[in-house]
């Protein structure tokens, strides 16, 4: 045991390639007498239905960017907005693969694009942590959506949903005290209002991954309530913690919803894993080219650089005088 521990800590990547193809491999054995279906259902599916699932997850990436972008303020950040969704959706072409590693290319993008403007390291771990818990409080207030198709005893969503107050209630007599560090990425818990945008914030994302769960599954025929997909989503956001990579779909829909067919639910796992990839990546193609267009620089600074707008022509003037821009009167100040 000790070395198995020992060399995923040294191979970590190593690891997760094994499992991701472990899983792969899994599926595909699973539907290979299922093919027929699982091609088939793919085919089937509107290419509208497709695009609407595309644009539910930019939604989803836009509304928890934003919401990351007031907790890293409140730990004391300054970086405007443009450079700090920059950064965030390198985040999210990393968590493709692993969200820890989502998480850790989201915060070395930000501290490499302005490293004065961002807090350091520690309170960026911890300005996670806000959006994790409101995240954790939806999926146990959600997860008696998991009971008919896990076969779960009816009070394990009640114990679920008592722990997660009790980290939520924990957490928030962290960030009253006072202290630096690992304490200021929870700053934005101290205050009413910054909570309730946060969870205003992380709602509208988690209904939009909820209507796309819903959109796909009913792409690909399969008819499901809107419980059942979010018992789908509840089952990708905890399966997105292993090194699963791109298999993470299809097992979540197979784990929840493979009594309505295998073939089918895994395609709808497929197609995903797809249009997540591509709302993802055009979100980090937008940075891409926001980068080429304005530089490293921070153009949200200067609002007129965002605008389109000009700074003021100043007029010149003689020597002693001071300058003043053009379309502003000059007045003699009585003597």
Known sequence: MTRARNFQQRHPRLV??????????????????KRHDFVTAIEEAPLWLLACAVGLQIVALLTRTEAWRICVLAAGGTIGRRRL????????????LNAQLGTAARIAALRRSAPEESPRIAPLLTAEVPIMVVEGLLAAVASVTLIAPLGLPWWVPLAV?????????????????????????????????????????????????????????HA??????????????????????????????????????????????????????????VGGGLFALWALFDRLRYGSLAPEDALGVVVGEHPPRVEPVAHGEEPVPVGVERREVPG
């Open 220 to 277: 690909v025929g399969v008819d499901v309530s809107v419980f059942d997909a979010t018992a789908v989503l509840i089952a990708q956001v905890t399966l997105a913690q292993l090194p699963l990579g791109p298999t993470t779909g299809a097992a979540s829909t197979v784990l929840i919803l493979g009594p309505h067919g295998v073939g089918a639910v895994a395609a709808a796992g497929v197609l995903l894993t797809a249009t997540g990839t």
């Open 16 to 33: 997760g390639i094994a499992l991701a193809t472990l899983v792969t491999a899994g599926i595909v054995i699973a539907l290979w007498g």
């Open 161 to 217: 949903l008592a722990v997660a107050l009790g980290v939520s209630s924990g957490l928030r007599s962290l960030a009253v005290g006072t202290g630096r560090g690992l304490r200021r990425g929870l700053h934005v818990m101290r205050s009413l209002n910054g909570s309730a945008t946060i969870v205003a914030l992380i709602l509208v994302a988690t209904l939009a991954q909820i209507a796309r769960n819903w959109l796909v599954l």
């Open 85 to 96: 969704y920059r950064a965030s959706s390198m985040g999210y072409v990393g968590s493709l």
